[in-house]
């Protein structure tokens, strides 16, 4: 069983920052992918940020220059560093991570429990 253990939430004024972390934990032979997704009330949820094990980086338009995606390998850990929070970053933002378990086969989608971030004007 794999879990994603986030945190690093919270509240900050607009222009502020704010880091968030997930690690994973468990039966885990390798992750091809892990990134961030957030969801504001009544709007889908949607990617922020994505790394593959390959070093490439997907990011939103609307988060690019200001949000930047890393990867610890070696502790299965992924960081969302956030600056110039805007009041429309307001979001539960969810870690996600694509991992092929303790055995080679297919990998399998894993989403941790959300973190709010509230950004206030």
């Known amino acids: 069983q794999v879990q994603l253990v986030e945190s690093g939430g919270g509240l900050v004024q607009a222009g502020g920052s704010l880091r968030l972390s997930c690690a994973a934990t468990?039966?885990?032979?390798?992750?091809?992918?892990m990134g961030w997704y957030r969801q504001a009330p009544g709007k889908p949820r949607e990617l922020v940020a994505l790394?593959?094990?390959?070093?490439?980086?997907n990011y939103a338009d609307s988060v690019k220059g200001r949000f930047t995606i890393s990867r610890d390998s070696p502790k299965n850990t992924v960081y969302l560093q956030m600056n110039s929070l805007k009041p429309e970053d307001t979001a539960v933002y969810y870690c996600?991570?694509?991992?092929?378990?303790?055995?080679?086969?297919?990998?399998?989608?894993?989403w941790g429990q959300g973190t709010q971030v509230t950004v206030s004007s």
């Open positions: 996600n991570a694509r991992v092929i378990p303790s055995v080679p086969s297919v990998d399998y989608n894993y």
């Open positions: 468990g039966s885990i032979y390798s992750i091809n992918s």
């Open positions: 790394r593959t094990s390959g070093g490439s980086i």
